[in-house]
């Protein structure tokens, strides 16, 4: 029997802290579960904690958490609660587990406020940069309600789905992105290093070059005597999209013109719709209140005119009116199908339930969308090289066989 000295807290809010005798911190936490209080901190009177080792790797506070260490974060220590560990030993132990030195000094952090008595929650929501409004909210609804076990396997059951959402939409544009890569490289190689020696042919012969081969002939110079500059205006043009992406009116004209695009426009609808019926099915089915879920879906939606339909609605839908009826207004932006399975769930009063099976579908959509954008690409990149091959072979086989005719 070992006697620990603890700290416990109420789904009221009371803290209850003192000593007492258990075979472990498991059996210790049971008991204090059936008294109606949660273990947050623990530390055994007759052995000391072992000091956390603070020696971390230091790296910039803006370094990205990938949303696969997040997954696995609320997955573990939803398993860690359910145990009967402490949220604070949990935390720890994810701490020291976690292989991302940003993200395990960030755990750390939560522990260490958590063990001077804040909640989780609060103790997230000091690091905005990591943990969303979306992953502290339902933290909260977990804490307050007395099942952040249950909260937490639904979140990570979230992030899960938005993770396989995103990996299918990246698996599908690398095809097309490496062999546009190639294709500009191997461009830029002819033109620095096979069009120079063949202008050299074309100056001995003295021969007509039609305005095509000029044309050829003009970048090829530009870029072998001026690539530094070239390099510069590159680089200086990116930074300025990138720079022009992060203003309101950049964000908003490149996200109209990708609605509006074939194909992508259709997959950026369905991967909002999905964002939309997924985030805000799991905040309703963790009894967060609609208006507060759709504040919440607006900050995780990365299209402008999907954020601000929504903080719209979360507008209307306080002064009374359907959400089926706000959604009917924006038909560019969602599907018929969304409006009417949110009325469905709102007469049955299973909104929740089916905006779950909503995500599920639009989910379904987007990755046999993605499974055949390869073979939709594919013919379309290659008439586009075939087009470059073709200019590039005529522009420099022309004089070639004209030279030869006068020969």
Do not use: C
């Not at 979360?314 to 009826?325: H, I, T």
């Amino acid at each position: 029997m070992t006697t620990y000295s603890f700290s416990a807290k109420s789904i009221s809010g009371e803290i209850k802290t003192g000593t007492m005798d258990a075979e472990s911190e498991t059996e210790l936490a049971h008991t204090l579960r059936e008294q109606g209080f949660i273990l947050t901190s623990v530390q055994s009177t007759r052995e000391p904690l072992k000091t956390r080792n603070r020696l971390v790797e230091f790296l910039p506070s803006f370094n990205r958490v990938p949303l696969a260490e997040k997954m696995i974060f609320a997955r573990h220590l939803a398993v860690m609660i359910g145990a009967g560990l402490s949220i604070t030993r949990a935390l720890e132990t994810l701490a020291s587990q976690t292989r991302n030195k940003a993200f395990s000094k960030v755990i750390s952090q939560v522990s260490q406020d958590v063990q001077k008595g804040q909640p989780l929650a609060e103790s997230m929501n000091k690091h905005p940069q990591i943990f969303s409004e979306l992953f502290v909210n339902m933290v909260k609804v977990g804490e307050t309600g007395g099942g952040l076990e249950d909260i937490l396997k639904l979140l990570s059951h979230q992030l899960e789905k938005e993770y396989e959402l995103n990996s299918k939409v990246r698996s599908a544009m690398i095809y097309p992105s490496v062999i546009i890569v190639f294709m500009l490289a191997i461009g830029i190689l002819m033109m620095t290093m096979v069009v120079p020696k063949l202008m050299l042919i074309f100056q001995e012969m003295n021969a007509d070059l039609p305005i095509t081969t000029q044309f050829i002939i003009s970048l090829s110079g530009f870029l072998t005597q001026q690539w530094l500059p070239s390099l510069i205006f590159v680089v200086s043009l990116v930074l300025a999209i990138r720079f022009l992406l992060k203003t309101k009116r950049g964000k908003m004209t490149f996200d109209a013109v990708l609605l509006r695009l074939p194909i992508f426009g259709d997959i950026s609808k369905k991967i909002n719709a999905a964002r939309l019926a997924r985030t805000l099915g799991s905040l309703i089915e963790s009894s967060v209140p609609i208006v507060q879920g759709l504040q919440i879906v607006a900050g995780t939606m990365g299209n402008y005119y999907f954020r601000d339909s929504l903080v719209k609605a979360a507008e209307d839908v306080q002064k009374g009116n359907p959400l089926s009826k706000i959604i009917k207004t924006y038909p560019h932006l969602y599907p018929p199908t969304v409006n009417q399975m949110i009325e469905v769930g709102e007469e049955t009063g299973t909104l929740g339930a089916i905006l779950v099976k909503l995500a599920d579908f639009y989910e379904e959509e987007v990755s046999n969308i993605t499974k055949g954008m390869s073979a939709i690409i594919e013919p379309i990149l290659m008439v586009v090289i075939g087009i470059a091959v073709g200019f590039f072979a005529i522009s420099m086989i022309q004089p070639m066989y004209s030279i030869m005719s006068g020969m």
